[in-house]
């Protein structure tokens, strides 16, 4: 038991389950009636297109990218969701599609002309959110029944977020880190020049990770219209923060391809309690972007005391 | 041959002509559509607007500078606080307009040491430190400027808005911060410093660069422009507003990249940031002229900086 608690490798892979754990007992702790089915739906109902989100950004980051414009993909795929996907189906499917496909474009491009991805994503942003514009100009829309139906999924005795949260976290979790590609497309961002040798083909890579990115990047979008039954272009303009923060949360590297899914999700979670948590402690909502910078900060300074210690050791 | 090649070397070392050669096309296609009325008006409003643009730009282009992975993302949420903090202070009072200047400054100040200590203690990427801190700071400044609707002294509303035939005083006075600033760059220790680092670090570290200290300073500067921005901003748009800051954050990357500067680092010039901000200001005036929409308007500045950085971006090594 000691030996684990003083294990710095066991230590990081433990942070963001615990923050969790932290953060729900404090909750469970100032109001007791939140450990409830009801009260678990309720402060965990945005986790899901969150978790998505959080998801999509993780595989960027795995090729040591950075992705700006998530926040505003997403409201896109929002937009065309309340409207193409429910007026004409057969279209907007194809338009999410294309979605995809200019993601994996943009992972060529990058790739091809060795781009400094935050430059060409912070201007895709404002692509994304220009067509959102046009296909919604104003706030409205319907999502499609089976979207809201697929949302609104009830399991008795456990809260429909955690079992999606989890089924996010397993099936990526298996794709990424157990199939044998997985760990190519892991070491394209670990280390490129072997992977290079080895006769993978960087590009290919690249462009699998971001229309991967595009593919959770519409999940997100529907499951958020899933909740909200209707869309605006802006509104998921707070989702790039979101989902970076969320990476790094759940124990993302920055660099070298050192990712987790698991930990992903779980730092979408945490970052989804945050704000229930000012609720309960009867914090302005001024201080929850705040109190989200100050968690990130906290574990990271955690993670930068386990990283000394063990390379002290 | 020989001498067409030359001049094309010669280009290739003057990125920032590329900037100026996009401002004119974009200016003249405006006053050919509306048969030249109203060409003067619109140097007159992009000199305007690109001050703010170009402030920002010069500290974000140091940052850059330093070297891959450098950039400074708290600039949106340092103009809304340093801009509601000297609006309190000064409370609509001319005599305290230093007070408040000095205010706004010493936000700055604090947010700079705040991000490289991020930067340095918890030795993370300065995306994710200044990104964090921008968080904190936004949050800071929402719950400190709720309901702030204090209007700026009139002497300074009156010094931003203020027009010499149909020349913006302001813009001059910061043409002559820029032109200080590129002295800075090139010919000091420091600017010199910079670039070294941008170009390989542990070679300038190898060389006796106290390169922490140059980090620091730089990050500190990309800051204090930021609160300078605020500051003016709030004179010029009659009061701080919390997301005037929002708009910055592409712009102040959009114009280092669009200006020539290397966004691999090692490789700066302040004359391009200024024609990138003109660029980029008459490109939307010119949009709207033709009676684009907001969907276009949004979709063309997005496609034109990743196409500008997919031309200029091409060789760079990998390091």
Redesign the interface.
């Given at each position: 038991m000691k030996r684990y608690l003083t294990n710095p490798k066991f230590l990081r892979s433990a942070l963001p389950a615990a923050s969790l754990l932290v953060l729900l007992a404090a909750i469970f702790y100032i109001q007791p009636r939140a450990m409830s089915q009801f009260g678990m739906n309720l402060m965990l109902q945005y986790a899901v297109p969150i978790a998505l989100a959080t998801i999509a950004q993780m595989f960027i980051i795995t090729v040591n990218d950075?992705d700006l414009s998530i926040g505003p993909f997403v409201g896109l795929t929002a937009c065309i969701g309340a409207t193409l996907l429910n007026t004409n189906p057969l279209l907007g499917v194809l338009a999410l599609l294309a979605c995809i496909a200019a993601y994996a474009a943009l992972g060529a491009?990058i790739h091809w002309?060795?781009?400094?991805s935050?430059?060409?994503t912070?201007?895709?942003?404002?692509?994304?959110?220009?067509?959102?514009?046009?296909v919604l100009?104003t706030p409205g829309g319907t999502a499609p029944d089976w979207v809201k139906a697929i949302m609104s999924f009830k399991v008795p005795g456990i809260p429909f977020p955690l079992i999606a949260a989890a089924i996010i976290a397993v099936v990526v979790h298996f794709a990424l880190m157990r199939t044998s590609y997985g760990a190519v497309l892991r070491g394209a961002g670990g280390n490129p020049k072997a992977i290079g040798r080895a006769g993978w083909s960087l590009l290919k890579t690249k462009m699998i990770m971001y229309a991967a990115a595009g593919f959770f990047g519409v999940l997100a979008g529907l499951s958020l219209i899933g909740l909200t039954s209707a869309a605006d272009a802006h509104i998921a303009d707070r989702y790039t923060?979101y989902s970076?923060?969320g990476v790094?949360l759940g124990g993302g590297e920055?660099?070298g391809g050192r990712v987790s899914p698991t930990g992903a999700v779980l730092g979408a979670l945490t970052l989804t309690l945050t704000g229930s948590f000012l609720i309960f402690l009867k914090i302005?909502p001024?201080?929850?972007?705040?109190?989200?910078?100050?968690i990130?900060?906290l574990v990271?300074?955690l993670r930068?005391l386990i990283?000394r210690r063990e390379a002290q050791a | 041959m020989s001498s067409m090649t030359a001049s094309l070397k010669n280009l290739r070392e003057k990125p920032w002509i590329w900037s100026y050669l996009g401002m004119l096309v974009v200016w003249l296609a405006t006053i050919s559509f509306t048969g030249g009325k109203g060409g003067g008006d619109v140097i007159t409003a992009a000199l305007s607007f690109a001050t703010f643009t170009v402030i920002v730009g010069i500290g974000q282009m140091f940052v850059i500078t330093t070297g891959p992975g450098n950039v400074d993302l708290s600039i949106p949420a340092n103009i809304a606080l340093s801009g509601a903090v000297a609006m309190k202070v000064m409370g609509g009072e001319n005599e305290m307009l230093l007070v408040g200047f000095a205010a706004s400054m010493g936000c700055g100040l604090a947010v700079g040491i705040f991000n490289y200590s991020l930067i340095r203690v918890l030795r993370i990427p300065p995306i994710i430190a200044t990104l964090s801190a921008s968080f904190l700071i936004l949050s800071t400044a929402i719950a400190y400027g709720r309901g702030l609707k204090i209007k700026p002294p009139l002497l300074l509303s009156d010094f931003t808005t203020l027009q010499i035939a149909g020349i913006p005083v302001l813009a001059l006075f910061i043409i002559v911060v820029a032109t200080v600033m590129s002295v800075v760059l090139n010919r000091t220790l420091y600017g010199r410093s910079v670039l070294a680092i941008g170009q390989n670090m542990r070679a300038a570290w190898l060389a006796g660069i106290n390169v922490e200290r140059i980090r620091f300073a730089t990050y500190v500067l990309s800051a204090l422009m930021a609160a300078l921005c605020g500051f003016l901003l709030a004179g010029f748009s009659g009061g701080a507003s919390l997301n005037m800051g929002e708009e910055y954050l592409l712009a102040s990357i959009a114009v280092v990249v669009i200006g020539g500067t290397s966004v691999a680092g090692g490789k700066a010039n302040v004359p391009g940031i200024w024609g990138a901000a003109l660029f980029m200001f008459m490109l939307v005036t010119m949009l709207n002229t033709f009676g684009a929409s907001a969907g276009i308007r949004l979709i063309m500045t997005g496609l034109i900086i990743v196409a500008v950085i997919t031309i200029a971006g091409g060789d760079k090594p990998e390091r």
């Open positions: 950075l491009l002309r060795n781009l400094p935050i430059v060409v912070l201007g895709m942003s404002f692509v994304w959110l220009g067509i959102a514009v046009l100009p923060l970076i923060a790094i920055f660099v302005s001024d201080w929850q972007i705040g109190a989200q910078g100050g990130l900060i990271l300074a930068a990283n | -």
